[in-house]
């Protein structure tokens, strides 16, 4: 089985994250389940006291964020790594509804959000 790559943990101590226990008993997946989606790239996971750790803030209402998965793989294309990524969904930007990525994309801005990912690219 292959390693399953992590993020560094650049996330303020105040952000909530999920073990990946929770993250499958919230989205009805085995736990094996889920360390595939972060294998192929569709979840973020960072190690925090040792544990893989996702972000809470990528799930509501029980399901990962709508355009979460399509947006990071925008990113992993324009050759962001994990870290980069995770760095960009939370970097301040009063331009965006909800101030960061992550939150215009938990309140329905996925579309801005995803534009602004594919610019970078070029």
């Known amino acids: 089985m292959s390693a399953i790559p992590v993020a560094d943990d650049i996330l303020d101590a105040d952000v909530a994250v999920l073990s990946l ?3 499958a008993e919230q989205i009805g997946l085995s736990v094996n389940k889920v360390r595939q989606l972060l294998r192929d ?3 973020l996971a960072v190690r925090r ?3 893989l750790m ?4 990528f799930f509501v209402g029980g399901q990962p964020v709508k355009g979460l998965t399509g947006l990071l793989t925008v990113l992993a294309d324009a050759g962001f790594s994990r870290t980069e990524m995770l760095r960009w969904l939370y970097e301040a ?3 965006l ?3 960061t990525p992550i ?4 309140t329905n ?4 959000v995803k534009r602004r990912a594919q610019a970078m690219a070029f």
Request: hydrophobic share 25%; charged share 25%; no cysteine.
């Open 54 to 57: 996702v972000p809470a803030d």
């Open 41 to 43: 790239g569709q979840l």
């Open 49 to 51: 006291d040792g544990d």
């Open 21 to 23: 226990a929770q993250v």
């Open 103 to 106: 939150n215009a994309l938990r």
């Open 93 to 95: 930007d009063e331009t």
């Open 109 to 112: 801005h996925g579309t801005e």
């Open 97 to 99: 509804p909800g101030s």
